[in-house]
């Protein structure tokens, strides 16, 4: 619910793709790696509509308290 709130028509799924705990991740945290899926239904998303939607979804988590590696 945090990752779609920023565009539910054009979010259309995520999907998690490994969850890794240990080291170098301190104790009590995990390392959680998302594939998140951005479409239309009525046309083709151009390459900065996705980059918006990226930034937009990478603020968002930011704000929650989650921190991204990049």
Not at 17 to 22: E, R, T
Not at 43 to 48: G, N, Q, R, V
């Given at each position: 619910?945090?990752?779609?709130?920023v565009d539910k028509q054009l979010i259309k799924g995520i999907d998690v793709?490994?969850?890794?705990?240990?080291k170098p991740i301190p104790d009590g945290?995990?390392?959680?790696s998302l594939?998140?899926?951005f479409a239309s239904d009525t046309?083709?998303?151009?390459?900065?509509e996705?980059?918006?939607l990226?930034?937009?979804v990478i603020k968002k988590v930011?704000?929650?308290?989650?921190?991204?590696r990049k």
């Open positions: 619910s945090l990752i779609p709130s793709l490994s969850v890794y705990s240990g945290q995990k390392s959680v594939k998140i899926t046309k083709t998303l151009a390459p900065e996705i980059e918006s990226q930034n937009r930011e704000k929650a308290g989650y921190s991204l």
